[in-house]
């Protein structure tokens, strides 16, 4: 039997063309320090798997960039 | 308009760390991108401190051609209650956004007028006609805040459930005992949350001999939630009518309906026949709520004297 080793997802995506270069609104939110903003891309991104889907990143991105994907038995 | 879309958000953000007055951030607020107008009002939310000024914008954007700006708009109207100044600019604004093809900004416009002292009876009464029955239950919160018994009799003849719900609830809050005969009206609703909410409420405005009549019959309801509001309305009850059918109510199958069986029956004097024994029968209820108000009722009871 196939084990999965490494998750392919993350609890908060961030849409890469909406994003704006500059902005750091989600980061500065995110009350467990998991979004960052990518060196080369200068875009926000998840670095570390740890989400308490509270949602103000989602809530407060100026331009709805931002997605938390809140497990079904949470919703 | 200087700048591309971001770069215009960057920099309201950017003015967010300097505490902005509510004219600086009138250019953004009448941007004609909907990210930076949406952007501009969080921005006014959390940085400003002129909210004088600051008030009005908020309450223009529920009229703004933008649906997610308005719903912007109606939470910071909810979030931002406290804050908000709610002069007659203000409320001239709200009243236009009660005009709106939108719902949600009818709503939140009636909604914020009550909740600011600025609507008047005739005002609330006139959202009654409107075809959304969101609007409908927000103009009968206005209307209880207002002490409009006759509109709300009107609104207890609503097509819509929650609307008569609300006139219900709404009754009760008021506490009037003028309220009781359309509550008596309601509890024979077709909809059991409309009987519920009115029996509740007629444990809060007193419960006259035809209601009592109803809310013994309503004993026997196959929903517990209605035999546990037709409990409660009987405490309000004249104490004679209400006995016999609160100690039946204190075998119910339901732990609900017996607990509220239980306290409304400590509140109708020992001398009763059966008040006692019922209640020292559910001292040793299977529920631990219903035996502890059961001994609390037995301790405000004068004791027996011990041979």
């Not at chain 1, 994003?19 to 995110?30: N, Q």
């Not at chain 2, 009138?26 to 990210?35: G, I, N, Q, S």
């Not at chain 2, 405490?235 to 309906?257: Q, R, S």
Request: overall charge negative; hydrophobic content about 45%.
């Amino acid at each position: 039997m196939a084990h999965v080793n490494t998750r392919v997802d993350v609890p908060v995506t961030i849409d890469q063309d909406k994003c704006i270069d500059g902005c750091t609104l989600c980061v500065d939110m995110c009350p467990l320090d998991s979004l960052s903003i990518h060196p080369d891309s200068g875009k926000a991104y998840m670095h570390v798997d740890e989400c308490w889907y509270c949602g103000p990143c989602a809530a407060r991105c100026p331009t709805d960039a931002v997605t938390v994907h809140i497990p079904l038995l949470l919703r | 308009m200087t700048g591309s879309r971001s770069a215009r958000i960057l920099t309201l953000l950017a003015l967010a760390d300097e505490a902005p007055e509510a004219d600086e951030l009138a250019e953004f607020l009448a941007d004609p991108e909907p990210d930076v107008r949406r952007t501009a009002l969080t921005v006014l939310s959390e940085a400003t401190e002129d909210w004088a000024n600051g008030s009005t914008q908020v309450a223009a954007a529920l009229l703004d051609p933008d649906a997610s700006v308005r719903r912007t708009g109606i939470e910071l109207l909810a979030e931002l209650r406290e804050v908000l100044v709610a002069d007659e600019e203000f409320a001239a604004v709200l009243r236009r956004a009660g005009q709106h093809a939108d719902p949600a900004v009818r709503t939140s416009a009636i909604g914020t007028l009550w909740r600011h002292h600025r609507a008047t009876p005739v005002e609330a009464a006139g959202y009654l006609g409107d075809p959304e029955p969101a609007v409908r239950a927000e103009a009968v919160l206005a209307l209880v805040s207002l002490r409009a018994a006759g509109p709300l009799e009107q609104a207890a003849a609503d097509p819509a459930a929650e609307v008569r719900a609300a006139v219900a609830r709404g009754l009760g809050s008021a506490g009037d005992a003028r309220g009781a005969s359309t509550l008596a009206a309601l509890a024979t609703d077709p909809d059991t949350a409309v009987v519920t909410a009115a029996f509740t409420a007629l444990a809060e405005t007193g419960c006259p001999p035809p209601a009592a009549a109803l809310a013994t019959e309503a004993l026997r309801h196959r929903d517990w939630p209605v035999r546990e509001a037709a409990a409660k309305a009987l405490a309000a009850a004249p104490a004679e009518l209400a006995a016999a059918p609160l100690t039946a109510a204190t075998g119910d199958d339901n732990l609900d309906v017996r607990k509220a069986a239980v306290r409304s029956l400590g509140h109708l004097a020992p001398d009763l026949p059966g008040v006692t024994a019922a209640l020292r029968t559910a001292t040793g209820d299977p529920d631990a709520d219903v035996r502890a108000y059961a001994r609390q009722a037995l301790l405000r009871y004068p004791q027996p004297t011990e041979r």
